[in-house]
């Protein structure tokens, strides 16, 4: 069964770029049938969409962070990454990686990775 | 963007009894794109519903969602302790794709 994983750095530095990696195990990430998403939750909060990924390269984002965040994939190590850059304190959250069921658009998130908190502080 | 309002924010209620959670959309979703999802402390959402009314693999029957336009309900018929938990709807007609506030299943 597909799981996903996603790790990286807990504490970033305001100002820096916050770089998450997602691997995708037992199963492809070059596959027509998913696309691959990025969320995140500050603590006790809400969900926030960052942006979603097609291997073919088709990448949407959330216009609210478009300018600070970029997501590409690395198919031969089955990976999905996530750069944020300029992080301030408000970019606290955790991060999850998910798989969006679809083939011509992404559709819900079906497998979420655990999620992984990164802390933006000095 | 598509804005989602949820109600209530939190709904006490007993095991057995019936909950009904309301999604609220600021305009109409397409094909009815809504999804639900449910999340407990410390753990990812993981999906309910999608399609505003097909339950995903697994799901118990007593998990339905209903509507479709700007309308959209999750309803549990009958609240298994393992049910008090926050619930999410979520949109993917159009992007950026978005989420509800959420509303918190609690005890009585």
């Known amino acids: 069964q597909m799981q996903l994983q996603e790790s990286g750095p807990g504490l970033v530095k305001p100002s820096e770029t916050l770089s998450l990696t997602c691997t995708v195990s037992s199963g492809s990430i070059k596959t027509s049938s998913y696309y691959w998403g990025w969320i995140r939750q500050p603590p006790g909060k809400g969900l926030e969409w960052i942006g979603t990924?097609?291997?073919?390269?088709?990448?949407y984002y959330n216009p609210s962070l478009q300018s600070r965040v970029t997501i590409s994939a690395d198919t031969s190590k089955n990976q999905v990454s996530l750069k944020l850059n300029s992080v301030s304190a408000p970019d606290t959250a955790v991060y999850y990686c998910?798989?969006?069921?679809?083939?011509?658009?992404?559709?819900?998130?079906?497998?979420w990775g655990r999620g992984t908190l990164v802390t933006v502080s000095s | 963007e598509i804005v989602l309002t949820q109600s209530p924010g939190t709904l006490s209620l007993s095991p057995g009894e019936r909950a009904t959670l309301s999604c609220r959309a600021s305009q109409t979703i397409k094909n009815s794109y809504l999804a639900w999802y449910q999340q407990k402390p410390g753990q990812a959402p993981s999906l309910l519903i999608y399609g505003a009314s097909s339950r995903a693999t697994g799901i118990p029957d007593r998990f339905s969602g209903s509507g479709s336009g700007t309308d959209f309900t999750l309803t549990i018929t009958r609240l298994e302790p393992e049910d008090f938990a926050l619930y999410y709807c979520?949109?993917?007609?159009?992007?950026?794709?978005?989420f509800g506030p959420g509303t918190k299943v609690d005890i009585k």
């Open positions: 979520q949109q993917y007609g159009g992007s950026p794709f978005t």
């Open positions: 990924l097609h291997y073919s390269g088709n990448t």
């Open positions: 998910a798989r969006h069921r679809g083939s011509s658009w992404p559709w819900f998130f079906d497998l």
